[in-house]
């Protein structure tokens, strides 16, 4: 199109853009990068002479803000990569927003306009569609001036509305410094992404251009805030979604403002090495050229040097000097197909010798977003240098594009009938895009099933920074995990339902436990148990967010059942100890009375100790005495009236009344004198050890002995100290009823982070019986201590409250 013909067009849609509207259009951004010279691009022709450049649809402009284009000038950006881009959309949208920013201006003094404007510049580059384009052009005229989304959906259509909606409740939420904050609003960030990655990819070229001119905000605390929003969440976010381009520049800026020192030393650094090895670095593009086209392979090569934060998070992790470094630059060969990749790879192998375990094949197993190319380094000779260590990647062009662009390279039109109904007519779609976006929904089932913000932001975080693993189904699925994860990690990874089911794996076809990790190319088969337990410490065998969440997801649903089972069993055991008949129709009336919601809530009240069965049974028998001492032949408790046929005693008239001493608790087994009562006249029955006997031993005591043929139980009190771990109280409810000792009333005593004190009222036959159910109990992996409690331990602790 001539020129004349643009001139047309831009004015055909508005002839009065006002004098501000003329001046934008002409105007030519000042360069705002704070970056050297030598880092505002990546293409080899600015840093090593002489190199290929890369392919220029699949570069950003670096660290420099775009010129201030054109209305004609973007419009045409678009239609080069989509001739159907509706120019009219485009053209309004860049109008619009021009006028709604008027005299709008930066911190850095330019037009306000200048940064949607920008915003877009970096979109077209990533080749996105007209709704995209149009959204980025208005991103901020909502929230910045009177326009509302009403009048954009009016002017616009309903999709760009949707889409500057999104773009605007994200703005609105930018994390907050503390912790809290941080995490509602990262919640609120990820449902708006959520619902169309348009929406993130919008925000992730605000926050490029935002990060390039952040040396214009004045307080150096904000810039180190915003610089660390951007290094924890928004870079990482650009790498799952494969924006490797943008992310990398995301992390080298936000580098500069969180680690200036450093930041300036690598760069130092770079700026030595181009000097000392441009010319070696051409020579060895130029053999890597050279044996290529001889083995009849098109492809083309450049160098690239790598970026400060790169080489210091190698730094760091590697525990190197910048000098140690061999492998400041790579090269990228780019072919025409998947062979050739292949072929290439053999001919740079058979031309230098090849580094172990520096070899990657992300071809055959691409990455969780939908990064494909192979890596190998290879021992060079370059120029006077011997040895020279190269990293080498090697990819088709197309993986290029997705590498650089990632879901942005996979976006397409639906049909004409969904363009032109406005409906949503863009679908991000394509390989590996399905796996790219796999992790959001991952965070945003955590944050519904954890009820939890923080734990949504925390899952992030884990999943974002941590390196991969690529192991595989028996059926050959590959499942990306997290660098250190099991195959707990594993089983989760598949399914929720599979990691609730997880009872054991083989890794490689041998058994292996749950705590193993995992590594490249393992081949993981999970054994599934409907009834599977949760082992002790399994939360710790695992790194990932859907697995820890699955876990204290399970964790919770197992104590629920486990208290509610205890709870049934409590309440069953109360009306026993008392002689009353169950009514489930009464339990029925005490939900309602006590403000539960259904008999299994009460029931789970009751286990967890929030109530007693006793409370329960006061909604139920609200004019019963339950705490007389004749109503209960089902077992005796201390004080109450002891049947005369449980002993026999010698010297006594028959028919007198007999207790069982509360000072002491005797059982049957044990040795036993009787006392008289002055007031009462019964006999009140103690150990031949109770202290009471040492007190009063001018009396006169009864020799006493248990009968042979006892069918009572006695209720026996006992302590348990109790580590606080999932299915303890299962696991004491079993082995008390193993043990048949039934459970007459349950009450927490004390409550820390790692332990509580439970005190139990049991039935027993005799002291041998509750002997062994005390040995049972300690030998208990979740029992710390387990005693017969006396009443002046009782009695201490109510002076203690």
Same mark, same amino acid.
């Given at each position: 199109?001539?020129?004349?013909?643009?001139?047309?067009? +831009?004015?055909?849609?508005?002839?009065?853009?006002?004098?501000?509207?003329?001046?934008?259009?002409?105007?030519?951004?000042?360069?705002?990068?704070?970056?050297?010279?030598?880092?505002?691009?990546?293409?080899?022709?600015?840093?090593?002479?002489?190199?290929?450049?890369?392919?220029?649809?699949?570069?950003?402009?670096?660290?420099?803000?775009?010129?201030?284009?054109?209305?004609?000038?973007?419009?045409?950006?678009?239609?080069?990569?989509?001739?159907?881009?509706?120019?009219?959309?485009?053209?309004?949208?860049?109008?619009?927003?021009?006028?709604?920013?008027?005299?709008?201006?930066?911190?850095?003094?330019?037009?306000?306009?200048?940064?949607?404007?920008?915003?877009?510049?970096?979109?077209?580059?990533?080749? #996105?569609?007209?709704?995209?384009?149009?959204?980025?052009?208005?991103?901020?005229?909502?929230?910045?001036?009177?326009?509302?989304?009403?009048?954009?959906?009016?002017?616009?259509?309903?999709?760009?509305?949707?889409?500057?909606?999104?773009?605007?409740?994200?703005?609105?939420?930018?994390? +907050?410094?503390?912790?809290?904050?941080?995490?509602?609003?990262? +919640?609120?960030? #990820?449902?708006?992404?959520?619902?169309?990655?348009?929406?993130?990819?919008?925000?992730?070229?605000?926050?490029?251009?935002?990060?390039?001119?952040?040396?214009?905000?004045?307080?150096?605390?904000?810039?180190?805030? $915003?610089?660390?929003?951007?290094?924890?969440?928004?870079?990482?976010?650009?790498?799952?979604?494969?924006?490797?381009?943008?992310?990398?520049?995301?992390?080298?800026?936000?580098?500069?403002?969180?680690?200036?020192?450093?930041?300036?030393?690598?760069?130092?650094?770079?700026?030595?090495?181009?000097?000392?090895?441009?010319?070696?670095?051409?020579?060895?593009?130029?053999?890597?050229?050279?044996?290529?086209?001889?083995?009849?392979?098109?492809?083309?090569?450049?160098?690239?040097?790598?970026?400060?934060?790169? $080489?210091?998070?190698?730094?760091?992790?590697?525990?190197?000097?910048?000098?140690?470094?061999?492998?400041?630059? +790579?090269?990228?060969?780019?072919?025409?197909?998947?062979?050739?990749?292949?072929?290439?790879?053999?001919?740079?192998?058979?031309?230098?010798?090849?580094?172990?375990?520096?070899?990657?094949?992300?071809?055959?197993?691409?990455?969780?977003?939908?990064?494909?190319?192979?890596?190998?380094?290879? #021992?060079?000779?370059?120029?006077?240098? *011997?040895?020279?260590?190269?990293?080498?990647?090697?990819?088709?062009?197309?993986?290029?594009?997705?590498?650089?662009?990632?879901?942005?390279?996979?976006?397409?039109?639906?049909?004409?009938?969904?363009?032109?109904?406005?409906?949503?007519?863009?679908?991000?779609?394509?390989?590996?895009?399905?796996?790219?976006?796999?992790?959001?929904?991952?965070?945003?089932?955590?944050?519904?099933?954890?009820?939890?913000?923080?734990?949504?932001?925390?899952?992030?975080?884990?999943?974002?920074?941590?390196?991969?693993?690529?192991?595989?189904?028996?059926?050959?699925?590959?499942?990306?995990?997290?660098?250190?994860?099991?195959?707990?990690?594993?089983?989760?990874?598949?399914?929720?339902?599979?990691?609730?089911?997880?009872?054991?794996?083989? $890794?490689?076809?041998?058994?292996?436990?749950?705590?193993?990790?995992?590594?490249?190319?393992?081949?993981?088969?999970?054994?599934?148990?409907?009834?599977?337990? $949760?082992?002790?410490?399994?939360?710790?065998?695992?790194?990932?967010?859907?697995?820890?969440?699955?876990?204290?997801?399970?964790?919770?649903?197992?104590?629920?059942?486990?208290?509610?089972?205890?709870?049934?069993?409590?309440?069953?055991?109360?009306?026993?100890?008392?002689?009353?008949?169950?009514?489930?129709?009464?339990?029925?009336?005490?939900?309602?009375?006590?403000?539960?919601?259904?008999?299994?809530?009460?029931?789970?009240?009751?286990?967890?100790?929030?109530?007693?069965?006793?409370?329960?049974?006061?909604?139920?028998?609200?004019?019963?005495?339950?705490?007389?001492?004749?109503?209960?032949?089902?077992?005796?408790?201390?004080?109450?009236?002891?049947?005369?046929?449980?002993?026999?005693?010698?010297?006594?008239?028959?028919?007198?009344?007999?207790?069982?001493?509360?000072?002491?608790?005797?059982?049957?087994?044990?040795?036993?004198?009787?006392?008289?009562?002055?007031?009462?006249?019964?006999?009140?029955?103690?150990?031949?050890?109770? *202290?009471?006997?040492?007190?009063?031993?001018?009396?006169?005591?009864?020799?006493?002995?248990?009968?042979?043929?006892?069918?009572?139980?006695?209720?026996?009190?006992?302590?348990?100290?109790?580590?606080?771990?999932?299915?303890? #109280?299962?696991?004491?409810?079993?082995?008390? %009823?193993?043990?048949?000792?039934?459970?007459?009333?349950?009450?927490?005593?004390?409550?820390?982070?790692?332990?509580?004190?439970?005190?139990?009222?049991?039935?027993?036959?005799?002291?041998?019986?509750?002997?062994?159910?005390?040995?049972?109990?300690?030998?208990?992996?979740?029992?710390?201590? %387990?005693?017969?409690?006396?009443?002046?331990?009782?009695?201490?602790?109510?002076?203690?409250?």
């Amino acid at each position: 199109m001539t020129e004349e013909g643009r001139h047309q067009r +831009a004015t055909q849609v508005s002839q009065d853009k006002g004098p501000g509207a003329d001046q934008a259009s002409g105007r030519v951004l000042a360069q705002e990068s704070d970056l050297p010279a030598g880092q505002v691009s990546e293409s080899p022709a600015d840093i090593l002479p002489g190199a290929d450049e890369a392919p220029a649809e699949s570069r950003l402009r670096g660290n420099k803000p775009p010129d201030f284009i054109r209305q004609y000038e973007l419009v045409d950006k678009v239609m080069e990569y989509d001739p159907e881009a509706d120019e009219a959309l485009l053209n309004r949208a860049y109008v619009f927003a021009l006028q709604a920013h008027g005299e709008q201006k930066r911190s850095s003094g330019d037009p306000y306009f200048s940064h949607p404007l920008a915003v877009a510049g970096i979109l077209t580059e990533l080749k #996105l569609d007209t709704a995209t384009i149009a959204t980025a052009l208005l991103h901020d005229v909502v929230e910045d001036t009177d326009v509302t989304i009403a009048e954009i959906e009016e002017s616009f259509g309903a999709e760009v509305a949707r889409l500057v909606d999104g773009v605007t409740k994200i703005s609105k939420r930018e994390l +907050a410094p503390d912790a809290d904050g941080k995490a509602d609003n990262f +919640a609120k960030f #990820l449902l708006a992404t959520a619902k169309d990655v348009r929406v993130l990819l919008v925000k992730l070229a605000d926050r490029l251009h935002n990060m390039r001119t952040l040396h214009y905000l004045k307080k150096q605390e904000k810039r180190e805030r $915003i610089a660390l929003e951007t290094m924890e969440i928004y870079a990482p976010m650009a790498s799952r979604i494969g924006v490797q381009r943008i992310r990398e520049e995301l992390e080298d800026l936000s580098f500069k403002y969180l680690n200036e020192t450093a930041y300036e030393t690598i760069t130092e650094g770079l700026n030595r090495l181009r000097d000392d090895a441009v010319h070696d670095v051409i020579a060895l593009a130029q053999t890597l050229r050279t044996d290529l086209r001889n083995a009849g392979i098109t492809a083309e090569v450049y160098s690239r040097e790598k970026r400060a934060f790169s $080489i210091w998070r190698k730094m760091h992790r590697k525990r190197n000097t910048f000098e140690e470094l061999a492998d400041i630059y +790579a090269f990228r060969v780019l072919t025409e197909t998947v062979d050739d990749c292949y072929r290439a790879l053999g001919v740079i192998h058979r031309a230098f010798h090849m580094i172990p375990d520096e070899f990657d094949d992300y071809i055959s197993t691409p990455k969780p977003n939908g990064y494909q190319s192979i890596h190998t380094a290879v #021992l060079a000779t370059a120029g006077d240098r *011997e040895g020279q260590r190269v990293e080498v990647q090697i990819r088709t062009k197309q993986m290029h594009d997705i590498a650089e662009r990632g879901v942005a390279a996979h976006w397409k039109y639906k049909d004409a009938t969904a363009r032109a109904s406005g409906d949503g007519s863009v679908d991000i779609g394509g390989a590996g895009t399905d796996t790219a976006y796999e992790w959001l929904r991952g965070v945003l089932e955590t944050m519904v099933s954890e009820g939890s913000s923080t734990a949504a932001l925390d899952q992030a975080k884990i999943d974002l920074y941590q390196d991969q693993v690529f192991p595989f189904t028996p059926k050959g699925r590959v499942i990306p995990l997290p660098a250190g994860a099991t195959v707990l990690d594993f089983a989760y990874a598949l399914h929720t339902e599979v990691g609730d089911q997880f009872s054991g794996a083989r $890794i490689n076809g041998v058994a292996r436990p749950a705590r193993t990790p995992l590594r490249n190319g393992d081949v993981i088969e999970i054994i599934k148990n409907t009834n599977a337990p $949760i082992p002790t410490g399994w939360d710790s065998y695992v790194v990932t967010g859907a697995a820890k969440s699955g876990i204290r997801r399970r964790i919770r649903a197992l104590k629920s059942k486990e208290q509610q089972t205890m709870g049934e069993r409590i309440v069953t055991s109360a009306f026993a100890a008392r002689d009353l008949p169950f009514s489930r129709t009464g339990v029925e009336t005490a939900t309602n009375q006590l403000g539960f919601s259904s008999v299994s809530a009460l029931y789970e009240a009751v286990g967890r100790m929030d109530i007693s069965g006793k409370e329960v049974l006061e909604q139920i028998f609200p004019d019963v005495d339950l705490d007389g001492h004749d109503v209960s032949t089902t077992a005796i408790r201390y004080g109450a009236k002891v049947p005369r046929r449980a002993i026999s005693i010698a010297g006594v008239t028959p028919g007198g009344v007999i207790r069982l001493g509360s000072c002491c608790r005797p059982l049957p087994g044990e040795r036993i004198v009787g006392l008289r009562d002055a007031e009462e006249g019964a006999i009140i029955v103690h150990r031949i050890d109770c *202290e009471i006997l040492a007190a009063r031993a001018d009396e006169e005591w009864l020799d006493l002995s248990w009968s042979e043929d006892i069918s009572e139980q006695f209720v026996a009190p006992i302590i348990l100290t109790v580590n606080n771990k999932t299915g303890a #109280l299962g696991h004491l409810g079993t082995m008390l %009823a193993r043990y048949g000792a039934d459970i007459v009333d349950l009450k927490l005593q004390h409550r820390e982070v790692d332990f509580y004190d439970l005190c139990f009222d049991i039935a027993v036959r005799d002291a041998r019986h509750l002997a062994r159910v005390l040995t049972g109990l300690r030998a208990s992996d979740y029992v710390v201590a %387990a005693d017969q409690r006396m009443p002046q331990e009782e009695e201490e602790e109510k002076d203690e409250h």
